[in-house]
């Protein structure tokens, strides 16, 4: 089974040569600290910020230097800064080739529920709401099941959703898996994970299909 830390190493191999990848906040935000050494990836932050690096080691922080998430972050050299009109028209203008989210819910048709639980203060959808409208490839990072071991991979999303028939690919705790028009697609199983364990943690139509890898991380 995976950690966060796990989740963002296997995303991170998703990201290739030259993407413009967008960060939401949480496990994604780790996923810029594992990208490999040898190829150039612009990372891109709605709050406008275009070269964002790992982030800064203790002490080395600079609190004018922050993501969408208001973390602390590194810049690489020639990164630059702009309004949020500038940012939201490459998100909109279709410019960033990878976006990684966030979920509290993904639905085996591909929509995501990723912003707001009833009951609880919100203080709206955020730029969640353009990136899914525009991005023609999301990776949602999430874990597989709630803290009372219910499955958040379901037939249907049962909290307010965020996009409809956007979600592409997810990496859980448990699992990678593919959306397709018959269901969650098993890709690969996390270490030490059986196809038997996720078969009981996935709510939604779940596919398997042969031989399930062990993830490489």
């Known amino acids: 089974m995976l950690d966060k830390i796990g989740i963002a190493k296997r995303i991170a191999k998703e990201v290739k040569d030259g993407y413009y990848v967008n960060l939401g906040i949480g496990i994604p935000t780790l996923v810029a600290n594992y990208v490999r050494d040898d190829i150039e990836v612009e990372f891109q932050s709605e709050n406008g910020v275009l070269g964002m690096?790992?982030?800064p080691?203790?002490?080395?922080?600079?609190?004018?230097?922050?993501?969408?998430?208001?973390?602390?972050?590194?810049?690489?050299?020639?990164?630059?800064?702009?309004?949020?009109?500038?940012?939201?028209?490459?998100?909109?203008?279709?410019?960033?080739?990878?976006?990684?989210?966030?979920?509290?819910?993904?639905?085996?048709?591909?929509?995501?529920?990723?912003?707001?639980?009833?009951?609880?203060?919100?203080?709206?959808?955020?730029?969640?709401?353009?990136?899914?409208?525009?991005?023609?490839?999301?990776?949602v990072a999430m874990?597989?099941?709630?803290?009372?071991?219910?499955?958040?991979?379901?037939?249907?999303?049962?909290?307010?959703?965020t996009g409809v028939g956007c979600v592409k690919k997810i990496v859980?705790?448990?699992?990678?898996?593919?959306?397709?028009?018959?269901?969650?697609?098993?890709?690969?199983?996390?270490?030490?994970?059986?196809?038997?364990?996720i078969k009981k943690a996935t709510e939604g139509q779940l596919i398997v299909d042969g031989e399930i890898p062990e993830m490489v991380l």
């Not at 230097?65 to 490459?90: E, H, R, V």
């Not at 009372?148 to 999303?157: I, N, P, Q």
């Not at 448990?174 to 697609?185: C, I, P, Q, R, S």
Request: aromatic share 6%; glycine share 10%; with cysteine.
């Open 143 to 161: 874990m597989h099941t709630n803290k009372a071991g219910e499955s958040k991979l379901l037939k249907k999303c049962s909290l307010p959703l």
């Open 172 to 197: 859980t705790n448990l699992a990678v898996l593919e959306v397709t028009e018959d269901g969650f697609k098993l890709l690969e199983r996390a270490p030490g994970i059986s196809v038997e364990d």
């Open 53 to 55: 690096g790992p982030f």
């Open 57 to 139: 080691y203790e002490g080395e922080e600079d609190a004018d230097l922050i993501n969408a998430g208001k973390q602390t972050i590194t810049t690489l050299p020639g990164a630059s800064f702009f309004d949020s009109s500038l940012s939201f028209s490459m998100i909109r203008g279709q410019h960033v080739d990878l976006t990684i989210l966030g979920a509290m819910e993904v639905s085996e048709e591909g929509d995501i529920a990723n912003w707001k639980i009833p009951g609880k203060m919100v203080k709206g959808m955020g730029g969640a709401m353009d990136l899914v409208a525009s991005a023609q490839n999301i990776i």
